[in-house]
């Protein structure tokens, strides 16, 4: 069956940085994606990753190993409005993208 | 950036009600949207995959009787809950893809709140 897991809750410190994991399996890969979901809010797109390595993109960096079916969301100097909960969506051979139940994180002062 | 749009964003009805919601791509064309619904704390749950011009993919377990959805242009696809119950109180999400499935992003609406008394 396809599967993505990721952990339910993370608390970090402003300034600080911190990392989520991911892992997949899929029915084939068409890549990896991340999004960040404020409570009452839609997701909003933070990356995509379909070749191995890290994505950089300013605070945020993304890494994917298509070997380990694993993938990371690394966020640097966090700051008070990055507490949110982050999906992780795998896009199966069909194009359809198959959920995380998303990780809430808790930014303390 | 490609915006998407969703009309109501907030709706309460009552049991037995239908409900109309709708979601438009805004500067772009979308042969493709997708439905969503999330329970609180919940990851995306798709209901059904809207294709312009034909009929809609539902997932296992989503009534396509209950859940009306109609592709009829290249920017609006509407999802009507019929004969709304309680449990039926949701966010209701909708995403676009501007080219169809080719590991491009979907671009979210901001959600429907349904909460049917």
């Known amino acids: 069956g396809q599967n993505i897991d990721q952990p339910t809750e993370m608390t970090a410190t402003e300034g600080a940085i911190v990392q989520i994991n991911c892992t997949y399996q899929?029915?084939?890969?068409?890549?990896l994606f991340w999004y960040q979901q404020h409570a009452g809010e839609a997701p909003t797109f933070l990356s995509y990753?379909?070749l191995d390595g890290l994505e950089e993109k300013g605070r945020f960096s993304s890494f994917l190993s298509r070997s380990k079916g694993y993938s990371y969301l690394l966020l640097k100097e966090l700051q008070m409005k990055d507490s949110a909960s982050y999906l992780c969506?795998?896009?199966?051979?069909?194009?359809?993208?198959?959920w995380g139940a998303g990780t809430k994180l808790i930014i303390k002062p | 950036g490609a915006v998407v749009s969703q009309h109501p964003s907030r709706v309460i009805c009552k049991s037995g009600t239908s409900v109309k919601i709708e979601c438009r791509s805004l500067d772009f064309q979308a042969t493709t949207m997708f439905w969503y619904r999330q329970f609180p704390k919940k990851s995306l749950m798709l209901m059904a995959t809207s294709n312009e011009g034909s009929k809609a993919t539902y997932e296992q377990g989503v009534e396509k009787d209950k859940f009306l959805i109609n592709h009829a242009s290249l920017t609006l696809s509407t999802l009507t809950v019929t004969s709304a119950h309680p449990e039926d109180s949701s966010f209701y999400i909708c995403s676009a893809n501007p080219v169809e499935g080719q590991g491009v992003e979907q671009y979210f609406g901001p959600g429907t709140r349904l909460t049917v008394t």
């Open positions: 969506a795998a896009m199966d051979s069909n194009y359809q993208l198959i």
């Open positions: 899929t029915s084939g890969f068409n890549g």
């Open positions: 990753n379909v």
